[in-house]
């Protein structure tokens, strides 16, 4: 879906879509399981030069591999989104776009229209957590064997003797 200034100019337009998996396409690492669903609504903000905001909920299950056992971790984004969209200033002299402090939150956007799709896998991809784990506490896997330590225990801690035991029974 997208969103053209001329007809925001004219009113807000309101959304209600389901994206199915592969549409958006977030990263290679992340997949999405079923449908993206996303409603809310896009307005061109007034006495600005050209600001559209984009506010509203979008909720998706993805899947990614745990970061410790490598066994697929789910993570579910359902939650509120409300962001601001710029047209891209040109400057004269060299073409950057100094932002001030606090504004950090502003994307910017070329030509006369706004993407949904960019603008939900964007806020996508900042829902999901940095550390993304299959279940609390996974034990991940044994450094020694490769066994995953969530279904088995091998042993390999057990029989690893510490290095200092080692010293000392060196000096017996
Ligand atoms: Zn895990
Ligand atoms: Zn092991």
Redesign the pocket.
């Known amino acids: 879906m997208i969103f053209s200034l001329s007809e925001l100019e004219h009113h807000p337009i309101l959304f209600d879509v389901t994206y199915a998996p592969g549409e958006i396409g977030f990263s290679e690492e992340l997949r999405q399981k079923g449908g993206l669903h996303a409603a809310g609504k896009a307005e061109l903000l007034r006495n600005t030069l050209g600001e559209v905001r984009i506010r509203g909920h979008v909720k998706v299950e993805l899947e990614t591999d745990c970061d410790r056992c490598l066994e697929p971790a789910a993570i579910g984004v359902d939650n509120d989104f409300d962001l601001f969209y710029r047209p891209v200033v040109k400057t004269s002299s060299h073409g950057e776009v100094h932002l001030e402090e606090g504004e950090i939150d502003i994307s910017f956007y070329e030509g006369d229209s706004v993407g949904l799709r960019d603008a939900l896998r964007e806020h996508v991809l900042l829902s999901v957590p940095m550390q993304k784990v299959c279940r609390e506490g996974c034990k991940g896997l ?1 450094p ?2 490769g ?1 995953n330590l969530n279904e088995k225990s ?3 801690a057990a029989q690893r003797v510490d290095p200092r035991l080692t010293a000392l029974k060196d000096l017996s």
Do not use: D, H, P, S
Request: charged residues 15%; hydrophobic residues 15%.
């Open positions: 044994c020694e064997c066994a091998c042993g390999c």
